[in-house]
């Protein structure tokens, strides 16, 4: 019964983190529909969430803390005490780790379109077409997930408020400082005036050199991600191997209290040991 229970938590696990990965890839059919059902999900989230660039429908954030409620209340009430505090422990870091995960890849997403959307902003304003119209003509046939943020930016500019305030707001929220490069270069022409058009080109041959640079960086050290990836699966394949060869040996540790401390405290080691490598292979991009 308990295994049952483990594999359908498992499964359901899976289930939403699949969601949550592949969310950025569905389009979107009604986005005014989408930012209502987000209404219902608490501030706090929210904030968190816009803190780390990730937008999620509410059914995606309340099937991952169901999820989540799950798994502390099976583990409190089918494990042994100490691993039950571990995975207590384990599912809020998988959970945080997973949230900047995905904020990564759609931060990612985001700086890949902005080039080709800067480019056809000019491509408009070389029409003789105006600043703002220029930005909504070129939303319109913008995809996800940038053009679920610009969208919201006209939106804001139709109700009144200003193109480069828009971009600053959304800059603090979702990170980005292009963002806040595209509001400084807004405010300065609608403030002195001067070639908008001069200074996006600029700021696209700018953003592809910055990509070539991270392309370039990511291509070096691709014999230390491999490395560290192999170092961080080593310790659970060799333990995993010796369970397959002598479950005996693992199962006698784990039935005296010392080797149940033993084991905890390699579980924990190879934990943080991952999320230090995590850490530092996420760092060599920034």
């Known amino acids: 019964m308990i295994w049952i229970a483990l594999s359908l938590l498992v499964a359901s696990l899976a289930f939403v983190i699949l969601l949550l990965l592949n969310n950025d890839d569905k389009p979107l059919e009604d986005e005014a529909a989408k930012l209502d059902t987000e209404d219902d999900v608490p501030d706090f989230i929210k904030n968190y969430l816009a803190a780390n660039g990730v937008e999620l429908p509410a059914v995606i954030i309340y099937s991952a803390l169901a999820v989540a409620a799950a798994a502390l209340l099976l583990s409190a009430l089918l494990l042994p005490t100490k691993l039950a505090l571990m995975v207590v422990l384990l599912i809020p870091a998988v959970l945080v780790m997973l949230t900047k995960a995905v904020g990564a890849k759609r931060r990612a997403k985001m700086l890949a379109q902005l080039p080709s959307f800067i480019n056809q902003i000019t491509r408009r304003l070389s029409a003789g077409i105006s600043v703002e119209n220029a930005f909504s003509d070129s939303v319109e046939t913008l995809e996800r997930p940038l053009g679920t943020v610009m969208r919201r930016i006209v939106r804001r500019v139709h109700l009144g408020d200003e193109l480069h305030k828009s971009f600053d707001r959304e800059a603090k929220a979702s990170k980005l400082q292009e963002f806040g490069v595209l509001a400084t270069s807004l405010r300065i022409n609608e403030q002195y005036g001067g070639s908008i058009r001069a200074i996006l080109d600029d ?43 002598n479950p005996n040996m693992l199962l006698d540790m784990w039935a005296t209290p010392s080797g149940q401390s033993l084991l905890l405290l390699a579980i924990g080691m190879e934990i943080l040991g991952v999320v230090v490598l995590w850490r530092m292979v996420k760092s060599i991009g920034r």
């Open 203 to 245: 700021i696209v041959a700018i953003l592809r050199l910055d990509d070539a640079g991270k392309r370039e960086l990511s291509a070096m050290t691709g014999e230390t991600r491999f490395t560290a990836m192999v170092l961080a699966l080593l310790p659970p394949g060799i333990a995993g191997y010796m369970f397959y060869q």
